[in-house]
């Protein structure tokens, strides 16, 4: 006797003494073998024997179970003539699961343009790198970064090799937390030259050798795309449940840590922000909140509004996409819910606990700013006021 029909028969023994019906097996036995799944090989062997002779789906889906993760060859061998046996006995056998469609490594893709994308930072920028393979000469690179309002503050081009690109954002990662995710380069493309184009309209220098740069991936203005968000998420309507309470967990995202509005309209609120806080016509602490609290509302609507609506918006897809490449779908879903929101050009009538949260932090920022400026400004004035001997 073999080693594999010695341990068929170790198996079929320990199955026995289990109180499996191994002589006559039916399907009224499928629950059992479903229990002893890995148990031990010889009990896993005995129990794939045993299903071949049962000529049901369910016996056919217990044995694709039995399938996932298995590396022992004979084991796999009994698998395999256990399926046909149920094959011969007219039991059409289930559709094997497609494998989970993984993404692409970054900068791995060979003979096709690539791009990527960063988090955007605190200030409202975000690092977009498209690569072009050259035969023989590595990868032709642009580098640029996008502002949601002031556009394109950065670009070049540069030819470097794919380990080097990669080298670069092994370092972005490691010195910054941020990761460079893969998006397609038309879009990045379309990014780009928006960015350009709203540069150029308010006289930025240095951009001279924006097309011959570009020349190498297109000529022209490119056909605006649809964000890819809407593609890794759908079209669907996030703003469901309580996501305006939720939404607040966004702040404590690493890379929305040193996120402000930092808007010259800003300004204009800190103004009101300090009359509301020194204003002698307040006669008690709870209309001083409400003062504050009207403040910070005027504020967020001001941010979903006209253009920095638009370009708010653009900012929390980019971060939607973000979150969803880097497996944090619910912070994807919440970023996408906000977006949604500001596209309608006002928060409604009911608290979004994220932009409320982003403009009391971005005043708090602005009012140590201020508060250190007037210090500085006391202590130069102190020291003026020494007569020296």
């Known amino acids: 006797m073999n080693s594999h029909e010695e341990q068929l028969k170790k198996g079929l023994g320990a199955l026995a003494a289990a109180g499996v019906a191994v002589e006559a097996p039916s399907a009224a036995v499928i629950p059992q073998l479903r229990e002893v799944l890995r148990k031990s090989p010889e009990m896993h062997l005995a129990a794939v024997f045993l299903l071949g002779k049962i000529a049901t789906v369910e016996a056919a889906e217990l044995l694709r179970e039995f399938d996932q993760g298995v590396a022992d060859k004979e084991l796999k061998k009994e698998i395999k003539r256990a399926f046909f046996k149920i094959s011969q006995k007219g039991v059409v056998l289930p559709v094997e699961p497609a494998a989970a469609k993984k993404p692409a490594p970054l900068f791995e893709r060979e003979n096709q343009i690539e791009a990527y994308m960063s988090a955007v930072d605190g200030g409202g920028g975000r690092l977009i790198w498209i690569a072009k393979p050259q035969p023989n000469r590595g990868l032709q690179v642009i580098q640029a970064m996008v502002h949601d309002r002031e556009g394109l503050l950065r670009f070049g081009g540069v030819q470097m090799k794919r380990k080097e690109l990669r080298a670069m954002a092994d370092d972005i990662k490691r010195e910054h937390g941020v990761s460079m995710i893969a998006i397609p380069w038309e879009f990045a493309d379309w990014m780009i030259y928006e960015g350009y184009e709203k540069a150029k309209a308010r006289g930025q220098s240095g951009l001279e050798e924006f097309h011959a740069i ?45 996120w402000v509005i930092i808007d010259e309209w800003v300004q204009d609120c800190l103004t009101a922000l300090q009359e509301a ?25 001001t941010l979903c509004a006209g253009d920095h609506g638009q370009a708010f918006k653009r900012r929390m897809e980019d971060m939607a996409l973000y979150f969803a490449e880097t497996e944090r779908m619910e912070q994807a879903k919440l ?8 596209a309608e050009g006002d928060p409604g009538p009911l608290d979004v606990s994220f932009l409320t949260g982003l403009m009391q932090k971005s005043f708090v920022f602005f009012m140590s700013q201020l508060k250190a400026q007037q210090e500085a400004q006391q202590k130069e004035q102190q020291s003026s006021l020494i007569v020296k001997p």
């Open 335 to 342: 970023s996408l819910a906000v977006a949604q929101q500001v």
């Open 277 to 301: 806080q020194s204003s002698p016509l307040i006669l008690n602490q709870v209309q001083k909140e409400e003062r504050l609290a009207s403040v910070v509302r005027g504020a967020v609507k």
């Open 214 to 258: 570009r020349s190498g991936i297109g000529a022209g203005k490119p056909k605006a795309v649809i964000h890819p968000v809407y593609e890794k998420l759908g079209a669907a309507d996030f703003r469901d449940g309580p996501w305006r309470e939720h939404s607040r967990r966004l702040l404590e995202e690493p890379e929305l840590r040193y």
